[in-house]
């Protein structure tokens, strides 16, 4: 990696420190806010405001996991990887570097995991109450000033609103004391790793205090690279300033600025594509004899291959946000304004190997040649060469949002709250392309498709790579063309409200949020099918073209998705120390448009541009306890989702398209049942033990279809003699929106894709006396995620793994010092993969692109605090 310019900024956080201590959590207007007070003789009490009443973790009829920066040091998460691997229930993916970041609770992956950012999320991802609207720049823990991170499960919409299908995540910044106090903590690990962090609170007045705060990481990687053996894949640097103000002229009245700005750089993850010969299963291809599927586990690699010379992806995100909190009378009014501006450029390697793709060179203007030009048809090639091909994709987000409620601000039996909400989000640019090596090449030479399982002859004939074709540029390692932009935006206007009411032991509360999201996108097209191949130019930069420089300028799509999400909870408390409740909560997921290519008759059907929302009703039973004077503490959860109109990822039924064209459709139902236990015994003042459990099986419901794999696994010429191709599930007819009928693969019975059915953590935890200031402090932890499927007819699995991690410290009140290992047995895994048409290959072939998980990471951290 190379080293940022900021080298001021490196110094500037040497004279600061690190928060090690719990600050409080600010969620969404409608969210829980959190804080961790000390409690002795007992293990820190987290506080929660679910209702927006104070009240300890263990009374609120919601699963949630709580992290404080304490948690997160003695676990080493750094990562929302770890975070993931360190948490049952929650899976976090990523691909390319950290683009298209996606998280799942409970195993309810969405089927839909497209990189459009009009796409609703199936969990929200939210930084001091703020909703995040790109997935690509929010993968900050190692450097950001976090407090507390707070994970909810189970449908939010009533609450958080926005994006909050299956649950919720929050993280919280660091907050101004009113004492003078500041810490810093420097990390060295194996391959490079070095981290800085540091914050300082400062008194200003009586009434005003302020704190800044800082970090810096820089990694090396973990994978071995075949085309680079001295540069390692899977490196970062980053850094992120933050800074909040607080002023409390009286009991009755707080106001809080705060915000950040982060910078990120990160190098290709190591992966690698399955070879071709590896496919088993699905429909024969004629031209090779070779399957186009394949089924079982793909194995991990230790040594990937890939272009070096890839740029790396570069992420930023910047946030202000405003609280201000007013009482009077009894009632309490708060306000919440947050402004968030968030760029990415990603790059990956789409043919996977360092060395290219084998073409042959077909001339234009060849009298004997006529058909070099022609988008499908064979032509006669005079010689081979080999082309790089990568991708590059570009985002960029502006975000307002604001939040006005008032609610009750008592101590009654009855409490209630209301409120408005605000959100727009504009994505003025998000665009994805490709580069094809042809600095080989002459201006009238194009690529043509050659045998890639043999040496192919030096002439011959073959198939017009259109792909490659379109892409032509001087340097696929530092230029791509973007074959399309998009621009788009989200108005959201919610109203929401929430009562309760306790009668004894017993509590009844009902919340409830009537949503409008105003949806508009417009795409424009510079590769579409009638333009002439090899002469599109290179757009550099991040921001849409002037005028006129597209082919094709698309309609604008314009349509308002409205929904009403309440939440029932009812609670008993036969003794103090344990609570039992009952509740459904609705989720939804917001329709949107498909806008990858222009409707025509070489794009997508008219049919296929907008999709619905898709819903869930999570029924669920659960009880939380603290037994034995409180050293046990022990919570279980029994869940029943019911989830309609699935959105799932297929590809256009325009049989003119003339090249697969990915969009999203509603296609069936998923019944999800499932469990979680969680367990904590503190055996003696120095030893504890525990662990977590949670099972999850969501299944897709009869009449449920893929649309994306007919070419794989739709065997036969018509409708009388359709069949399942080898490995792939029924196939069947359902209608489609035009009226007509479609014969498709079947999902009934399915696991959703990427969804984990088991998993589980167990840790120990030592903390020993050594003297009146000083202890030794241990911890180990052990984390199990079972395997997913990489696609939704479920051929492909991936990702099950057991991870070890161990912490020893040697800590006072004031000093510490820590030996850590993630990973401490250096399991390899495959972390997560996707599919996608190879370069060379015909587009039928459906090859993994599997992305390796994090090695053993091990180090030293030292810490003070004053």
């Given at each position: 990696m190379k080293v940022l310019s900021t080298l001021g900024f490196a110094r500037s956080v040497l004279l600061s420190g690190v928060a090690l201590s719990s600050i409080t959590i600010a969620l969404p207007a409608s969210a829980q806010e959190a804080t961790a007070a000390e409690d002795e003789g007992d293990r820190s009490e987290i506080v929660v405001?679910?209702?927006?009443?104070?009240?300890?973790?263990?009374?609120?009829?919601?699963?949630i996991n709580a992290y404080s920066a304490e948690d997160l040091a003695e676990r080493n998460i750094q990562t929302l990887a770890d975070l993931g691997n360190s948490t049952p229930g929650i899976v976090m993916n990523n691909i390319a570097g950290g683009n298209t970041q996606t998280i799942y609770i409970r195993g309810l992956a969405p089927g839909n995991t497209a990189g459009d950012l009009n796409v609703e999320a199936n969990v929200g991802v939210f930084i001091d109450g703020i909703y995040q609207t790109s997935r690509n720049t929010i993968d900050i823990l190692s450097v950001l000033d976090v407090g507390q991170i707070e994970i909810a499960k189970g449908p939010q919409s009533a609450l958080f609103g926005r994006s909050t299908f299956a649950g919720a995540l929050a993280i919280s910044t660091g907050k101004p004391s009113r004492d003078f106090s500041g810490s810093f903590q420097a990390t060295v690990g194996v391959d490079e790793d070095y981290r800085i962090r540091g914050a300082l609170s400062l008194p200003i007045s009586d009434t005003l205090r302020?704190?800044?705060?800082g970090g810096y990481v820089t990694y090396d990687g973990f994978g071995t690279n075949a085309g680079a053996r001295n540069d390692k894949l899977g490196g970062f640097e980053k850094y992120a300033l933050s800074g909040a103000l607080e002023f409390e002229p009286s009991e009755h009245f707080r106001a809080l600025l705060s915000g950040f700005v982060t910078h990120s750089e990160a190098e290709i993850s190591p992966v690698y594509g399955l070879p071709v010969r590896s496919l088993n299963c699905g429909n024969i291809n004629a031209a090779t004899g070779l399957p186009l599927l394949f089924c079982g586990e793909l194995p991990p690699r230790r040594v990937n291959d890939v272009t070096a010379r890839i740029p790396d992806t570069r992420s930023e995100n910047q946030q202000v946000s405003l609280l201000l909190e007013g009482r009077i009378a009894g009632v309490k009014a708060t306000s919440t304004t947050g402004f968030t501006w968030a760029s990415n450029r990603g790059f990956s390697d789409y043919d996977l190997t360092s060395a290219g793709t084998l073409f042959g060179v077909c001339t234009l203007g060849n009298a004997t040649n006529p058909s070099c030009g022609s988008n499908f048809a064979n032509a006669p090639y005079t010689r081979l060469t080999r082309a790089n091909l990568s991708v590059?994709?570009?985002e960029r987000v502006r975000t307002f949002s604001q939040e006005i409620r008032i609610q009750s601000d008592n101590e009654s039996p009855f409490q209630w709250i209301v409120g408005g909400f605000y959100f727009n989000s504009r994505i003025p640019i998000a665009a994805s392309g490709l580069g094809a090596d042809g600095g080989g090449l002459a201006a009238n030479e194009r690529l043509i498709q050659v045998n890639q399982l043999a040496t192919p002859a030096a002439t011959g004939v073959g198939p017009y790579d259109f792909t490659a074709n379109i892409f032509l540029v001087p340097d696929s390692n530092v230029t791509q063309v973007v074959g399309s932009y998009s621009r788009a935006s989200t108005k959201t206007f919610s109203i929401f409200g929430a009562v309760g009411y306790e009668l004894g032991d017993f509590r009844f509360n009902a919340e409830a949020r009537y949503n409008s999201d105003v949806k508009q996108a417009q795409v424009f097209s510079i590769s579409n099918p009638t333009s002439a191949p090899g002469v599109n130019k290179p757009i550099p930069g991040t921001s849409v073209p002037a005028p006129g420089t597209f082919p094709v300028i698309g309609p604008i799509f314009k349509r308002t998705f409205n929904s009403f999400t309440p939440r029932f909870t009812l609670d008993y408390r036969p003794v103090e120390d344990i609570l039992l409740y009952v509740s459904a909560a609705k989720g939804v997921r917001s329709g949107g448009f498909n806008t990858a290519n222009p409707v025509s008759a070489t794009g997508i059907l008219a049919s296929e541009v907008p999709y619905e929302e898709e819903t869930n009703w999570t029924y669920e039973a659960g009880f939380k306890s603290?037994?034995?004077d409180r050293r046990v503490t022990l919570n279980g959860s029994f869940f029943y989702?019911?989830?309609?109109?699935?959105?799932?990822?297929?590809?256009t039924q325009n049989p003119t398209a003339v090249n697969p064209v990915r969009i999203v459709q509603n296609a069936g139902a998923i019944r999800a049942k499932g469990f979680e236990m969680q367990a904590d015994w503190d055996i003696t003042d120095m030893f504890s033990i525990g662990g977590s459990f949670i099972y999850s099986d969501p299944k897709f419901r009869p009449g449920a279809y893929?649309?994306?794999?007919?070419?794989?696994?739709r065997a036969g010429t018509t409708p009388a003699t359709f069949t399942n191709a080898p490995g792939c599930p029924p196939i069947i007819a359902v209608p489609t929106a035009n009226g007509g009928t479609q014969f498709v693969p079947s999902l009934d019975g399915l696991r959703a894709q990427r969804s984990v059915k088991t998993q589980y953590n167990v840790h120990a935890v030592a903390n020993v006396p050594v003297s009146d200031d000083w202890a030794i402090k241990a911890r180990v932890d052990v984390n199990y995620t079972g395997p997913a499927f990489n696609n939704l007819i479920n051929t492909i699995s991936f990702g099950e793994r057991t991870l070890v991690n161990a912490r020893l410290a040697l800590e006072s009140d004031r000093y510490s010092i820590a030996l850590w290992a993630n990973n401490l047995l250096d399991e390899i895994y495959v972390q997560n993969?996707?599919?996608?048409?190879?370069a060379g290959f015909p587009s039928a072939f459906s090859i993994p692109e599997a992305y390796l998980?994090?090695?053993?990471?091990?180090?030293?951290t030292a810490g003070v605090k004053f």
């Open positions: 405001t679910a209702r927006r009443r104070d009240e300890d973790v263990q009374s609120v009829p919601i699963v302020a704190r800044v705060a590059t994709n570009i603290r037994l034995f989702v019911d989830w309609k109109d699935a959105q799932v990822s297929a590809f893929d649309g994306s794999t007919i070419p794989q696994c993969s996707i599919n996608q048409p190879r998980g994090e090695r053993r990471r091990f180090g030293i």
